[in-house]
């Protein structure tokens, strides 16, 4: 029987996770905290096992098997916090032929000294991985889901109207984020909850492997927060950090920028866009950095101290935002159909195109995000030109726009116009 709470709101990763539990002995769930792992774990286990309860905790320490036999699937929540559960879970697949016996999640990536020292096996085969992410707007309700990519790619999306929306409810949307918990908040309390994720993330879990400086890190994710959506390099980074540090912060920033990115890394405080690399004329043009974004752009905001009308009072801020909220929703539709997001940029000419999605089958489409719409002129040229440059063509060129209620191919392009919160998968 489905351990389901009644109040669950479906996600697209339920698919994922039904197909996987059909095909692996176990299923690993990775993702940040709050996003929904255990609920949406809970939908399709018949048990669970809590890891972060202190008697559960020290019953896992006297012998695994107490806790691995519980009616199947089983969810062990929060596995790392005692990582041998990983290869004593491989081994409890290796004793069946039955598939879907557990489910795991986790909040926070072991470092590579755990990795080496408490795991012996990576698990292929038997624990497939899903990344989980904050909701996307079209699983909160926010987006109508008239405009959906599959129908993009096959040429088959009509020309309609959307529900209007106004800069003030956008600029809620991204202050407000993803998190399941902060669906139902009145607007006016929104900020609250991607607030305590920082302020969590600076008290207590950047300091769980070992003590880092809770200063640096506030100051590292300002200057993420400030160059979110871009390609900004460490280099970037440290200067925008040593403009706030004295001279001691700045000496020792160098040497732990690598340390304190990767922790952010770990907790899945950030989940960067890789460059797109195929395709074009020019190969040794390509830009390879990634463009960096938080998981979700309200943890931007909130490190920032940003508020709807601080947004609407900067629209270059307002726009860097917009793209973040874009790029979170299309990775989160693209790992639903298979593919994956990428981002393109010509190191020499500077042609940039903000997301690239690839199909599974080696299709690709490219995608402009633009705020406005007295924008999409420019991006449709952008998007044209990278048409040209490109040896195979993309299958269907798009911009995504904040402030419109259009939904339109182009007829003289053939590019498509859709607002964001029409979009689904």
Same mark, same amino acid.
């Given at each position: 029987?489905?351990?389901?709470?009644?109040?669950?709101?479906d996600?697209?990763?339920?698919?994922?996770?039904? *197909?996987?539990?059909?095909?692996?002995?176990?299923?690993?769930?990775?993702?940040?905290?709050?996003?929904? =792992?255990?609920?949406?774990?809970?939908?399709?286990?018949?048990?669970?096992?809590?890891?972060?309860?202190?008697?559960?905790? *020290?019953?896992?320490?006297?012998?695994?098997?107490?806790?691995?036999?519980?009616?199947?699937?089983?969810?062990?929540?929060?596995?790392?916090?005692?990582?041998?559960v990983?290869?004593?879970?491989?081994?409890?697949?290796?004793?069946?032929? =039955?598939?879907?016996?557990?489910?795991?999640?986790?909040?926070?990536?072991?470092?590579?000294?755990?990795?080496?020292?408490?795991?012996h096996?990576?698990?292929?085969?038997?624990?497939?991985?899903?990344?989980?992410?904050?909701?996307?707007?079209?699983?909160?309700?926010?987006?109508?889901?008239?405009?959906?990519?599959?129908?993009?790619?096959n040429?088959t999306?009509?020309?309609?109207?959307?529900?209007?929306?106004?800069?003030?409810?956008?600029?809620?949307?991204?202050?407000?984020?993803?998190?399941?918990?902060?669906?139902?908040?009145? *607007?006016?309390?929104?900020?609250?909850?991607?607030?305590?994720?920082?302020?969590?993330?600076?008290?207590?879990?950047?300091?769980?492997?070992?003590?880092?400086?809770k200063?640096?890190?506030?100051?590292?994710?300002?200057?993420?927060?400030?160059?979110?959506?871009?390609?900004?390099?460490?280099?970037?980074?440290?200067?925008?950090?040593?403009?706030?540090?004295?001279?001691?912060?700045?000496?020792?920033?160098?040497?732990?920028?690598?340390?304190?990115?990767?922790?952010?890394?770990?907790?899945?405080?950030?989940?960067?866009?890789?460059?797109?690399? *195929?395709?074009?004329?020019?190969?040794?043009?390509?830009?390879?950095?990634?463009?960096?974004?938080?998981?979700?752009?309200?943890?931007?905001?909130?490190?920032?101290d940003?508020?709807?009308?601080?947004?609407?009072?900067?629209?270059k801020?307002?726009?860097?935002?917009?793209?973040?909220?874009?790029?979170?929703?299309?990775?989160?539709?693209?790992?639903?159909?298979?593919?994956?997001?990428?981002?393109?940029?010509?190191?020499?000419?500077?042609?940039?195109?903000?997301?690239?999605?690839?199909?599974?089958?080696?299709?690709?489409?490219?995608?402009?995000?633009?705020?406005?719409?007295?924008?999409?002129?420019?991006?449709?040229?952008?998007?044209?030109?990278?048409y040209?440059?490109?040896?195979?063509?993309?299958?269907?060129?798009?911009?995504?726009?904040?402030?419109?209620?259009?939904?339109?191919?182009?007829?003289?392009?053939?590019?498509?116009?859709?607002?964001?919160?029409?979009?689904?998968?």
């Open positions: 029987m489905s351990l389901r709470k009644k109040e669950y709101i996600r697209l990763v339920d698919k994922k996770i039904e *197909e996987y539990l059909e095909v692996f002995g176990a299923v690993s769930i990775e993702g940040p905290k709050w996003c929904g =792992k255990t609920w949406a774990s809970l939908n399709h286990a018949n048990s669970m096992v809590l890891l972060d309860e202190d008697e559960i905790r *020290e019953k896992a320490k006297l012998s695994l098997d107490l806790i691995l036999d519980e009616e199947r699937p089983e969810l062990i929540d929060e596995w790392n916090i005692i990582p041998e990983w290869d004593a879970v491989r081994r409890k697949c290796d004793e069946t032929t =039955k598939k879907g016996n557990y489910l795991l999640t986790c909040s926070t990536k072991l470092t590579d000294e755990e990795q080496k020292e408490k795991i096996h990576s698990g292929a085969g038997r624990i497939g991985k899903i990344q989980m992410h904050t909701m996307s707007l079209y699983e909160s309700g926010d987006s109508t889901g008239k405009a959906s990519i599959q129908d993009m790619l040429g999306l009509k020309n309609q109207l959307n529900d209007k929306i106004t800069l003030q409810k956008l600029a809620n949307l991204i202050i407000r984020g993803g998190w399941p918990s902060n669906i139902k908040t009145p *607007e006016d309390k929104i900020g609250i909850i991607p607030k305590s994720y920082i302020e969590a993330i600076l008290d207590k879990d950047i300091h769980d492997d070992k003590k880092r400086d200063n640096k890190m506030s100051m590292l994710l300002k200057s993420l927060a400030r160059n979110e959506s871009t390609i900004a390099n460490k280099k970037t980074l440290l200067k925008d950090i040593e403009q706030c540090a004295n001279e001691k912060e700045i000496i020792e920033s160098r040497t732990t920028i690598d340390d304190y990115l990767d922790v952010l890394n770990r907790l899945h405080i950030t989940e960067n866009q890789n460059a797109y690399s *195929e395709n074009y004329r020019s190969p040794d043009r390509l830009g390879k950095s990634v463009k960096r974004h938080f998981t979700d752009p309200s943890l931007a905001c909130a490190s920032l940003l508020t709807k009308d601080k947004l609407i009072d900067d629209l801020t307002f726009g860097f935002m917009f793209e973040a909220l874009v790029e979170r929703d299309l990775k989160i539709y693209m790992e639903y159909l298979g593919g994956k997001l990428f981002h393109f940029r010509d190191n020499v000419t500077g042609l940039e195109v903000d997301s690239i999605l690839e199909f599974s089958d080696g299709e690709y489409a490219a995608v402009e995000i633009k705020l406005g719409f007295h924008e999409v002129d420019y991006a449709k040229k952008s998007l044209m030109n990278f040209d440059n490109m040896i195979k063509k993309p299958k269907f060129m798009c911009v995504v726009v904040g402030y419109t209620d259009v939904i339109a191919q182009d007829p003289e392009t053939g590019i498509y116009i859709v607002p964001i919160t029409a979009l689904k998968p």
